[in-house]
């Protein structure tokens, strides 16, 4: 799709949230600050997940929305502005219950995960699972039988 034009308010409605993974590298705040005032510019509600995958497992305040002034000043710095933390909990699958619920309970529909090659392994195996996890915790009675349509891969 390169090159296609994208319409400002586009995409209104969505929400879309942006983390970090593995070791910091050269580019990854050039790379939130991109995906946060993109998704901004588009009309989504865009979120940090702080902490990486470990946020996204343990949730609450590490699940916080994201204003494009909140990226501002950001691109000279090293490291990344809403932290990475390797995850065990992200390995088992009840480490990936608990992200999906987190996702769900903050309506977030889409995820940008930036890293290395173990951060877009996780984030494949997390797609592949998705739909099973969505029925597993309508099953545990975590979430409601009738879920938005967007929730469903």
Known sequence: M???YV?????TGECIAVLTSGGDAQGMNAAVRAVVRMGIYCGCRVF???EGYQGLV???NNIQEASWADVSGILQLGGTKIGSARC???RERCGR???A?????NQITNLVVIGGDGSLTGANLFRAEWS???EELVTLVKLVQKMPNNFIA
């Open 2 to 4: 390169e090159g296609k």
């Open 7 to 11: 319409a400002r308010g586009q995409f």
């Open 48 to 50: 940090f997940i702080r």
């Open 58 to 60: 343990d949730g609450g």
């Open 88 to 90: 065990m909990d992200f």
């Open 97 to 99: 219950l608990k992200a």
């Open 101 to 105: 619920e987190n996702l769900v309970k």
């Open 132 to 134: 099973n996890l969505l």
